[in-house]
């Protein structure tokens, strides 16, 4: 078996695969940037980890190579609030009769949480209402919950689509991987704009993480689309 992860960042899901599958499986990873990846030498035997523009043409060496490709939040990158250019290009991995399985968070549904309803939030909700002109710059995301349709219009089969409501013991986790986007966003783009924005970002971050260390957090559904290439 051959399995293909795009947009692998750091190779977590395919080590915690590596674990379940046999020794035999070949499981690859690709992202464009490999400075999150672990050294070789970290990684399982049958892991590697290589570079590839996931929106560039596939090269004819990986056509039709892999029985499963998966992808994760990739939410950011789709323009136009069209994913299926690098669906496509998922679909040249894959050979016949393989599975692609796309996974996303779906902030469409994004919400606040507590482990009391007497916590304030206030902080937490200023950063929301500080960020969200960016985030709806970057186009509308109603493809996320299109993804069914989108993958059976593209001759997918057995196309399932299910979501799933993070479960409560992942909520600080998943607070800090957000609030770690946003100070990342604060010195990539809003600092060399030179007016301040990164500064204010950054100082909303902090108070809204007094807030999630004492039991507030922000939660968003997982969608998980699968289907199977003829």
Not at 184 to 208: M, Q, T, W
Request: glycine share 6%.
């Amino acid at each position: 078996m051959k399995v293909a992860d795009v947009g692998t960042g750091t190779g977590i899901w395919l080590v915690e695969l590596s674990r379940v599958l046999p020794p035999s499986a070949q499981l690859q990873g690709f992202d464009i940037d490999l400075s999150q990846a672990p050294p070789d030498r970290w990684l399982p035997e049958n892991v590697s980890i290589h570079e590839l523009d996931a929106f560039s043409d596939v090269p004819e060496e990986l056509f039709e190579k892999y029985d499963v490709v998966h992808i994760a939040i990739f939410m950011l990158l789709i323009a136009k609030n069209d994913p299926i250019p690098l669906l496509r290009n998922l679909l040249r991995l894959l050979k016949p009769g393989g599975y692609v399985q796309w996974d996303e968070l779906d902030f469409g549904n994004r919400r606040i949480v507590s482990v009391d309803s007497s916590f304030r939030t206030d902080h937490v909700q200023a950063l929301l209402e500080y960020v969200a002109p960016w985030e709806s710059s970057l186009g509308p995301k109603s493809w996320i919950g299109d993804l069914s349709s989108i993958f059976t219009n593209q001759g997918l089969k057995e196309v399932t689509f299910d979501r799933f409501a993070m479960a409560p013991e992942y909520y600080r986790y998943d607070n800090d991987k957000s609030l770690t986007a946003y100070e990342e966003f604060s010195y990539n783009i809003l600092d060399p704009r030179g007016k301040g924005e990164g500064v204010h970002l950054r100082e909303l971050i902090a108070k809204a993480f007094e807030e999630c260390q004492k039991g507030v957090g922000i939660s968003a559904d997982m969608v998980v689309a699968l289907g199977r290439k003829l």
